[in-house]
């Protein structure tokens, strides 16, 4: 069993500084995952953990044990790519056991290993086929059991579904979460695809320009974010972050803000706005009904203001309404998009 700890990690390509003094920890027998939108350093920090990038400063720890000199066989990790890195001309079985004789092995514990893979992932009944004549899951699958095999106890994911259609993924994701507990792995996992990031991670790394912006479990993120960047890149439709000197008209506000400054912004997520007799006018620019919700775009003045609201409501496009919502819910940011105040979070007291 083993955990990582990550302190200060650089990594620096002549003028181009792809991760920024990045810091954070992965407990032991938890999956992490690294989440953020492309070249914001996920995969670089991914490939600093296994050895396969040099670091240019800073420190990785694995179990305790400064690693990040050390030659990536002597790490004990493991790791599936996004490729699958699948030999086209090997069976599944020569696949899965390709690391386990180039380690000489012992051949008993390889068929050993094997079976016991092959039948954790549902392969058992394919080892003898050859990787062009599987489909993507079971490519997928052939690259996980490579990795139980292994015996690792740290395993690093590099956006391994992205090339699975929806509903495969949505499979995956359960089978790997269900992999990872029964084999108490130490996982981390790189995407930038926030519902794998909510439904996955005992804990989220969110990553910005090479630098983290906040670190915390889906919920934290989700409930509690500490940017305007964070409360923008988790949920669908994202967190509607508005000027609040760009707000006009109805009640919606009154008794929500009373420290907040005008140069401020505020947030407020689509499933808590609600259409009220007195409120925020709003005009209905486009309405997207989903059956079990409708998503609906409004313009108010220069802003526009995406609801998700439940079934389908009596809203078309060019209708106005007016919209309100609790203040309980709204979330506050300064200036420079950080958290002021929020639920669970007491709002500072500034001087106006």
Not at 25 to 44: D, M, N, Y
């Amino acid at each position: 069993m083993s955990g990582i700890q990550i302190h200060n990690l650089v990594k620096q390509w002549d003028e181009v500084r792809a991760v920024d003094d990045v810091s954070f920890e992965v407990p032991q027998g938890s999956l992490t995952v690294l989440l953020g939108p492309s070249g914001c350093g996920k995969s670089t920090i991914l490939r600093m953990i296994a050895g396969l990038e040099d670091a240019s400063d800073g420190e990785i720890l694995i179990d305790g044990n400064d690693v990040t000199r050390e030659d990536p066989s002597r790490r004990g990790v493991s790791m599936v790519f996004q490729s699958y890195a699948l030999f086209p001309h090997l069976s599944v079985r020569e696949n899965i056991l390709f690391g386990l004789k180039v380690r000489r092995v012992p051949v008993a514990e390889q068929e050993k290993r094997l079976l016991e893979a092959a039948e954790l992932v549902g392969l058992a009944h394919l080892l003898d086929r050859k990787p062009a004549n599987l489909s993507g899951g079971q490519r997928q699958r052939v690259a996980l059991s490579r990795t139980i095999v292994s015996n690792q106890p740290v395993c690093l994911m590099d956006e391994p579904l992205s090339n699975l259609d929806a509903k495969l993924r949505a499979e995956m994701r359960d089978e790997i979460c269900a992999l990872q507990r029964k084999l108490s792995l130490t996982m981390v996992y790189v995407t930038h695809d926030q519902i794998e990031a909510m439904s996955m991670a005992d804990q989220v790394v969110l990553l910005k320009g090479g630098q983290v912006e906040q670190v915390g479990t889906p919920t934290d993120l989700y409930e509690a974010p500490q940017t305007t960047f964070a409360a923008s890149f988790l949920g669908m439709p994202p967190m509607n972050v508005i000027p609040l000197d760009q707000i006009s008209g109805g009640e919606a506000l009154q008794g929500g803000l009373p420290q907040a400054r005008p140069d401020w912004l505020l947030g407020i997520r689509p499933e808590q706005i609600r259409i009220a007799e007195n409120g925020i006018p709003v005009e209905v620019t486009a309405a997207d009904y989903m059956g079990a919700e409708t998503v609906l775009r409004l313009q108010h003045g220069k802003q526009v203001v995406m609801a998700r609201v439940h079934g389908r409501p009596p809203a078309d496009v060019g209708d106005k309404l007016r919209i309100a919502w609790a203040a309980d819910d709204i979330h506050l940011f300064d200036e420079n998009g950080a958290r002021r105040g929020g639920p669970d979070t007491a709002v500072s007291q500034p001087a106006l």
